[in-house]
Every structure is written in structure tokens, then in C-alpha cells.
């Protein structure tokens, strides 16, 4: 039987290999953009397994192939995103392991094999637990001849957790802060922080000192990195831009082709009187400062990753775009037009000095001196 293997992580495949599911002879994509229809083709697979691999697959390879993923929720019950730390959230002390044949639809596909899997310690922990029962799964699955059954029972969905779920909330109880902190507990996944001024304090092997305290490692870390815009951020830039929310604040509310921001963002890349700013944080690109100067008039704007909505972000990564820009441009006055409807970055750009000056048909221009 020949078999495709789709593995986008490490201690995955370090499991296969201990557990002598792969070796160096397997056939294995590792990058999503080597996952195509023609490369499937040439290979031929019988089976196609992705044992963890958080990106789409094209539907015609799903729809032509034999393809199997595993999914941590005991199916129907927590399709969609996030279960492990959605079970975890909802109490479950532990959890189900599914094989499962993909169909377009997400986690409906008929189920081969259940295993049951513990949800203490760290998520480190877990998904070593999780990645055994995985490669315990191919091995049968390669090995015997087993009719996957149709999923029955009630159907609910998980939804997703985005980075706003990482953050500590100290309202909680301490049981659910330890839960938190500890089912983000990865190499692999963002921690769960709190954000302070220009700084998140990550949280990390957290344990109960007695019924009412926990103890915890912290990692205290500035909040935003800065880099320059290249020509590869154009299309990261323009999902931002047509974000519907994100539209909805901006003075200009049209959808933009993208061949038309690429043109624009090449001249602005160009001019060396625009300056565009990327906002790193997470490992992830978290949002864009703009400056366009004309006759020592800067004008700014931001634009953040509408995933990282809600955590802080805005107003460190315009002090800190403004202070590189104050590098090139030292005597350089920034304006702002915010649409009057925008109170969000009305109040962050007040927060760092703006000053409101007029109102022109519901948009407000504030203005920052530089002394």
C-alpha cells in the first residue's frame, strides 16, 4: 500500500518515526504549497493520511483520493476548531482520538477507529498522548481492512480559538486560570499572556501551590517588532484591507481589487516619502502603521490583523512606527483622519498625544507635534 503522509510538525513525525510508522524511505509533504492536485497525481497514493495539518486541503484531492485525518473531539461532538482546549475549557477530563475519511465538509467524514485520551498536564503533554494514539491508529488502519462507520450522535460545533482566548482573565477562578495556562502550554502554540503597557507577560508551567494559588514561569517580552514592508506583504495587507469590519472604519469603504493595492503598494514602496511599518508579535504579522509626508506634513494610518483585534496591539505599534519614523523625518508633524463613526482609533490616537483640530463631513483630522 502506498501511502502519502501530510505532516506539518516535528514531534509528529519524531512519534512516527519511534513508533515505526514512517521512516526515512516514506513518502511525506511537509509544506502546503507542495500539496497540490498535479503532485498527488504524480505520486498515486492509495491512502493519503495528515495526521496534524491545519491547512485546507484542495477539495480535488479530497474529492479523488482516499484521504484520512484525526480530529481530538469524540465526533460529531466538537467539529470545528481548537478541541482539545475547547474540551478542556467545557471540563472534560479527557477526550477521543477519530480517524476519520475527509470530506469537503469539516470532521463529518465516517470514523475508523476511537482512542481515549487524557487531558491532563501541559498541551505538550497531551498532544504527545494524542500523537501516540495517532500513529497507534495508522499502524491498524494500514494493517487491516477496516470499513469506516457513518458518525452518529449529536452534532456540535467548536469554534476556533483566536489569540484574544490566550488572555488571562483574573476574574476567573483560579482552576480555570491553571486550565488556561496550561492548554496553551506548547512549543508550538502561542502562550497564554497578559498584556501590559508595551509588554506581554507569557505564562508557562503553571502548578497549584495550594487550593487557592498557583505558581507559574512568566516571560516578559515587548509586545510589537518592527520591520519595513516588502512586496510580499502585498497580498497579507490587502486580505486586511478588505476585512469587512475593517473597511467599515476606513474613510474609503470600497472593496479593492487586488491588482489595483498591488499597483499602490508598489508605488508606495517606490517613494521615499512613504513609510510603512510591519507589526510583528506571535511569530505572525499583526499589523501595518502608514506615514505619506508632503511638505514635512506626515500623514498616518494603522491597519491591525483582524485576528489580533482586541488584545492592545494599536497603540504600541504606532509609538513604536513613529519613533523609527521620527529617525528619518525628526521635524516631520503627523495628521490623522479618522472617520467620526471610528471611536476606537479615535481614542487610541488620543491616548499618544493626538490632538483633534476639525471636523470636515464627519471625518476628524488630529494632529501630533513633534517638539
Known amino acids: 500500500m502506498k501511502i502519502l503522509y501530510c505532516i506539518q510538525n516535528t514531534l509528529l513525525e519524531e512519534v512516527l518515526k519511534k513508533k515505526r510508522v514512517i521512516n526515512k524511505n516514506s513518502l511525506i509533504i511537509r509544506d502546503r504549497k507542495e500539496l497540490t492536485y498535479e503532485r498527488v497525481l504524480q505520486i498515486k497514493p492509495d491512502l493519503i493520511m495528515f495526521p496534524h495539518w491545519s ?3 484542495p477539495k480535488n484531492i479530497v474529492n479523488n483520493f482516499n ?3 484525526f480530529h481530538s473531539s469524540p465526533l460529531p461532538y466538537g467539529r470545528g476548531g481548537s478541541p482539545i482546549q475547547n474540551m478542556i475549557k467545557r471540563g472534560y477530563q479527557n477526550t477521543e482520538v477519530c480517524s476519520l475519511l475527509m470530506e469537503e465538509k469539516l470532521d463529518t467524514g465516517p470514523i475508523y477507529l476511537r482512542s481515549k485520551v487524557k487531558l491532563s498536564g501541559s498541551l505538550d503533554e497531551i498532544l504527545l498522548r494524542i500523537y501516540e494514539a495517532v500513529a497507534d491508529q495508522i499502524k491498524i488502519i494500514k494493517n487491516k481492512n477496516i470499513v469506516p462507520k457513518i458518525q452518529t450522535g449529536k452534532e456540535y460545533i467548536f469554534n476556533r480559538l483566536s489569540t484574544k482566548d490566550n488572555q488571562v482573565d483574573f476574574k476567573d477562578s483560579i ?3 491553571y486550565d488556561q495556562i496550561r492548554m496553551l502550554d506548547s512549543t508550538i502554540y502561542p502562550k497564554a499572556f497578559l498584556g501590559s503597557g508595551n509588554y506581554f507577560i507569557d505564562f508557562k508551567n503553571a502548578r497549584f501551590r495550594d487550593r487557592d494559588s498557583l505558581i507559574a514561569e512568566v516571560v516578559i517580552k515587548r509586545k510589537i517588532t518592527l520591520r519595513k514592508a516588502k512586496i510580499s506583504d502585498s497580498k497579507t495587507i490587502w486580505k486586511w484591507r478588505n476585512d469587512q469590519l475593517t473597511r467599515s472604519m476606513f474613510i474609503n469603504k470600497d472593496f479593492i481589487e487586488y491588482k489595483d493595492h498591488l499597483k499602490w503598494f508598489k508605488s508606495k514602496l517606490k517613494n521615499k516619502n512613504s513609510f510603512i511599518f510591519i507589526g ?3 511569530e505572525k504579522n499583526v499589523g501595518m502603521v502608514r506615514i505619506d509626508v508632503n511638505k514635512n506634513i506626515g500623514e498616518i494610518s494603522i491597519n491591525i490583523n483582524p485576528r489580533f483585534r482586541g488584545i492592545s496591539l494599536s ?3 504606532l509609538t513604536d512606527s513613529i519613533k523609527a519614523f521620527r ?10 483622519d479618522i472617520d467620526k463613526k471610528n471611536t476606537a482609533s479615535i481614542k487610541i490616537f488620543s491616548s ?4 483633534r483640530q476639525n ?3 464627519n471625518i476628524y483630522r488630529y494632529r501630533l507635534n513633534f517638539e
Request: glycine share 4%; charged share 20%; net charge positive.
Open 352 to 355: 499618544i498625544g493626538f490632538v
Open 55 to 57: 491547512y485546507i486541503v
Open 327 to 336: 529617525k528619518k523625518k525628526p521635524n516631520c508633524e503627523l495628521i490623522a
Open 359 to 361: 471636523l470636515v463631513k
Open 280 to 282: 510583528q508579535a506571535f
Open 67 to 69: 484521504c484520512i485525518c
Open 175 to 177: 482552576e480555570n486560570i
Open 315 to 317: 497603540e504600541t505599534l
